[in-house]
């Protein structure tokens, strides 16, 4: 069935990297746009990045720009997030999630993985 | 940047009850909206696309309306798995942006 799994959260201090995997099964990855939205604790969703099929368009939101870089190995049907420089407020549940398009127009998250916690603490 | 209101933030309401949640944006989106519902520690789930489209699978009770910038998520006869927090995003320009959540919770 189609899946998104995401990996490589975990506790890192401030001004510290780390990076996100999201393993996808059950589709055509390299066909999808593919996304990164977060989730502070108990707070409400935030789009985080955005990625072309081939790569080759990419879009950040504000808060991340210059620090975070989206990519992905489409033999290996795999989307990444590298996240340097983290300060507190990256704290979240960091969800990859399928971008669907309909009539040319895409936008919407129709797959959403489980997400991985990233906790940015000293 | 494309700002959005959603209201109310917080619905009381009873099983069976007819329930509607507002999303309102800062500019003109034509029908580039889309709504997720959401449970307690589980990832959000697409509801609707197109701001009117059904995602396959999502009970005939869900549906959406509206174009522009005022958009209305219905839900015609609450059941008990509908309790959870409602989100719409908008993706008709980048940053994409999501409302700030509806919690429809048990009366």
């Known amino acids: 069935q189609v899946q998104l799994v995401e990996s490589g959260g975990g506790l890192v201090k401030p001004g510290g990297s780390l990076r996100l995997s999201c393993a996808a099964s059950?589709?055509?990855?390299?066909?999808?746009?593919m996304s990164w939205i977060r989730q502070a604790p108990g707070k409400g969703l935030e789009w985080v990045s955005y990625i072309s099929s081939s790569g080759s368009t990419i879009y950040y939101a504000d808060s991340v720009k210059g620090r975070f870089t989206i990519s992905r190995d489409n033999a290996k049907n795999s989307l990444y997030l590298q996240m340097n420089s983290l300060r507190a407020e990256d704290t979240a549940v960091y969800y990859c999630?399928?971008?669907?398009?309909?009539?040319?127009?895409?936008?919407?998250?129709?797959?959403w993985g489980k997400g991985t916690t990233v906790t940015v603490s000293s | 940047v494309i700002w959005m209101t959603q209201s109310p933030s917080l619905l009381s309401a009873s099983t069976g009850d007819r329930v509607t949640i507002s999303c309102r944006m800062s500019q003109g989106i034509s029908s580039y909206l889309a709504w997720y519902q959401q449970k307690p520690g589980k990832a959000p789930e697409l509801l609707i696309y197109?701001?009117?489209t059904l995602q396959s699978g999502v009970p005939s009770r869900f549906s959406g309306s509206g174009s522009g910038t005022d958009f209305t998520l219905t839900i015609s006869c609450l059941q008990s798995e509908d309790f959870a927090t409602y989100y719409c995003?908008?993706?008709?320009?980048?940053?994409?942006?999501f409302g700030q959540g509806t919690k429809v919770e048990i009366k």
């Open positions: 999630a399928r971008v669907g398009m309909v009539r040319g127009v895409l936008g919407y998250m129709d797959v």
């Open positions: 059950g589709f055509t990855f390299s066909d999808y746009y």
């Open positions: 995003q908008q993706y008709y320009s980048f940053p994409w942006t």
């Open positions: 197109a701001a009117s």
